[in-house]
């Protein structure tokens, strides 16, 4: 398949944002809304909930995630064969059961039942160790998005948490092509630069950085640079911006305008087609933070004790401390309406707000799978 280039730049476009106390929830009528797509979530306990957020489709992370420390302390996350090959069958079946959301096999698939289009991913290639068979294997089963590296360095890529950086291996480059082959989504989230741009100007489809955040705004190897959202951008692919607030800003209050500042940046580096919205925080938003009322200055200390670790490892961009986990006003169910209200208020046009809010990550899908 011949990489598809994307891209159109938006000028002109008006400085600002929606202070948290403006933004109000719509009331809901029908599926009546615009198109609303979340590029990285999870299944709630409650399926009903992805109604409540208004989805009409998703990327769900579906991969089983194990916890270990390594000889230093440090806490390491592994997805393991066996616990994902159990994992990807039992959400299967959760969504064959529920009216709120269905598995999807292509982009197209997209609007053509009630409900959520949900497309499987695993947020790592751990569970593929050497076996590339597996990925056919994972593709019979559902999935339809595979991010190379959660972090760290793996057999396929290099992670963007790495005392030394390097890039896709030999095995990754492999990998890549079977992605290619089947028509699995390619995702560069959480990959060190060299990964985002080895994968972008390798694969033979557009790719997807289905959540993350800009390097210009906050200087972090976790954040993309330029570079890598112009590559990704020129071959059609998309960049999510997610929730976690602290990779969003420096400031010492996050508000819905340091969102936005987030997708303007893009949209003018790899134009308004190369931009849609992520989470990354569970689907009604970060639990912990919920039951703090959003106090940020409490809530941030369940990721100190990790952010030290990264920093004693001599990792780049944990020389300081965060002070926020969430834009308070958006770590809600309703926060899909209240992006795109913020994006209105800040002078994005209909028609932009619209590909940003889903219509480019509908493009994204249909393009990849068909």
Not at 238 to 267: C, E, N
Not at 292 to 320: C, H, K, P, T
Request: hydrophobic share 45%; aromatic share 6%; net charge positive.
């Amino acid at each position: 398949m011949a990489v598809i280039t994307r891209r159109s730049v938006v000028g002109g476009l008006v400085a600002g944002g929606l202070a948290p106390g403006m933004a109000r929830a719509a009331p809901r009528t029908g599926r009546a809304h615009r198109l609303f797509i979340d590029s990285l979530s999870f299944l709630p306990k409650d399926l009903a909930d992805i109604g409540r957020v208004g989805l009409n489709a998703m990327i769900a992370d579906i991969s089983e995630v194990e916890e270990v420390r390594d000889a230093e302390g440090i806490p390491r996350y592994l997805r393991g064969f066996r616990a994902n090959d159990a994992a990807i069958d039992k959400a299967v079946a959760r969504l064959r059961q529920s009216p709120h959301a269905y598995v999807a096999l292509k982009g197209s698939d997209i609007g053509t039942r009630p409900g959520c289009a949900t497309f499987l991913q695993f947020q790592s290639t751990e569970m593929i160790e050497d076996d590339l068979g597996r990925i056919a294997r994972f593709h019979a089963k559902g999935l339809r998005v595979l991010q190379f590296t959660h972090h760290n360095d793996n057999r396929f890529a290099g992670g963007a948490l790495q005392p030394k950086q390097s890039g896709l291996t030999p095995l990754g480059i492999a990998g890549l092509a079977e992605m290619n082959r089947l028509r699995i989504l390619p995702d560069v989230s959480h990959g060190s630069d060299a990964t985002m741009l080895e994968a972008a100007t390798r694969s033979t489809t557009p790719i997807a950085l289905s959540h993350g955040a800009v390097r210009a705004i906050v200087d972090h190897p976790r954040c993309a640079p330029d570079t890598v959202i112009r590559a990704i951008a020129e071959r059609g692919g998309v960049m999510g911006i997610f929730m976690m607030s602290f990779w969003l800003t420096r400031k010492k209050v996050p508000t819905v305008a340091d969102y936005v500042a987030q997708v303007r940046h893009v949209v003018r580096v790899g134009g308004i087609d190369a931009v849609g919205i992520a989470n990354d925080f569970p689907m009604g938003g970060q639990e912990n933070l919920l039951k703090l009322n959003n106090d940020n200055a409490r809530g941030v200390a369940e990721y100190l004790e990790w952010w030290r670790a990264m920093r004693s490892q001599g990792i780049a961009g944990f020389d300081w401390t965060p002070e926020h986990v969430v834009i308070p006003a958006l770590n809600h169910i309703d926060r899909m309406r209240r992006i795109a209200d913020a994006l209105t208020a800040a002078g994005f046009r209909g028609r932009e707000v619209d590909a940003i809010m889903g219509g480019n990550w509908r493009r994204l899908l249909t393009d990849v799978l068909g």
